[in-house]
């Protein structure tokens, strides 16, 4: 039980390290921009509009049907990732220094919003990355524009001060499981589909 509790503390100092040292190190006015940036527009509903959007004009005999799994995945994916966050209960970085910030000792980056609960996991990350493997795995192309940008969505949380590292890589994660279930469980693909 003790060395369990010992890994726990040392897996927590090197997510809150971690945290730091992206939050702190990568901050300038330029990065703000670009990070605030993704940060907003990744949120479910960004990815939810460009993501029909995508289906539309990807598929537009199938766009129905495709899109109306797309949304039921994501709904689906965002409520078990805020049941999590409710069970899990874990604060934001925020939260979490705030002793050490108002002492002086540890300052937190934080350009646009200033959020103190229901860390874990990033629900920013998950709806990125659900969407991104969604469309990937259903249209196989501009693969590296969407897990690019999904991947800078995970990372603004992190330099914004939402998020620890380790909130993002479990949404994202989490996120993909979500995307890839959906599109191997719908019966209208083919199984020459489902293994291209």
């Given at each position: 039980?003790?060395?369990?509790?010992?890994?726990?503390?040392?897996?927590?100092?090197?997510?809150e390290g971690l945290f730091l040292l992206i939050n702190n190190g990568l901050s300038n006015p330029a990065l703000d921009?670009?990070?605030?940036?993704?940060?907003?527009?990744?949120?479910?509903?960004?990815?939810i509009l460009c993501g029909l959007a995508f289906i539309y004009f990807s598929d537009r005999t199938r766009f129905r049907r495709r899109s109306a799994i797309f949304?039921?995945?994501?709904g689906v994916a965002g409520l078990f990732l805020?049941?999590?966050?409710?069970?899990?209960?874990?604060?934001?970085?925020?939260?979490?220094?705030k002793h050490e910030i108002a002492a002086g000792k540890v300052v937190i980056?934080?350009?646009?919003?200033?959020?103190?609960?229901r860390s874990f996991p990033s629900g920013h990350s998950q709806a990125a990355f659900t969407a991104a493997t969604f469309l990937f795995l259903y249209y196989r192309?501009?693969?590296?524009?969407?897990?690019?940008?999904?991947?800078?969505?995970?990372?603004?949380?992190?330099?914004?001060g939402s998020h620890f590292p380790a909130d993002v890589v479990v949404g994202s994660?989490?996120?993909?499981?979500?995307?890839?279930?959906?599109?191997?469980?719908d019966p209208s693909q083919t199984q020459r589909e489902k293994t291209a």
């Amino acid at each position: 039980m003790e060395s369990v509790e010992t890994l726990t503390s040392l897996a927590s100092g090197a997510d809150e390290g971690l945290f730091l040292l992206i939050n702190n190190g990568l901050s300038n006015p330029a990065l703000d921009i670009v990070m605030t940036f993704f940060s907003v527009v990744g949120d479910a509903p960004g990815w939810i509009l460009c993501g029909l959007a995508f289906i539309y004009f990807s598929d537009r005999t199938r766009f129905r049907r495709r899109s109306a799994i797309f949304l039921l995945t994501m709904g689906v994916a965002g409520l078990f990732l805020n049941l999590s966050k409710d069970v899990v209960g874990r604060g934001r970085p925020l939260e979490r220094f705030k002793h050490e910030i108002a002492a002086g000792k540890v300052v937190i980056h934080a350009p646009y919003e200033t959020l103190t609960a229901r860390s874990f996991p990033s629900g920013h990350s998950q709806a990125a990355f659900t969407a991104a493997t969604f469309l990937f795995l259903y249209y196989r192309r501009f693969g590296v524009v969407l897990f690019a940008c999904a991947m800078m969505v995970a990372v603004s949380r992190v330099y914004v001060g939402s998020h620890f590292p380790a909130d993002v890589v479990v949404g994202s994660a989490f996120g993909w499981g979500m995307g890839y279930v959906a599109w191997r469980l719908d019966p209208s693909q083919t199984q020459r589909e489902k293994t291209a």
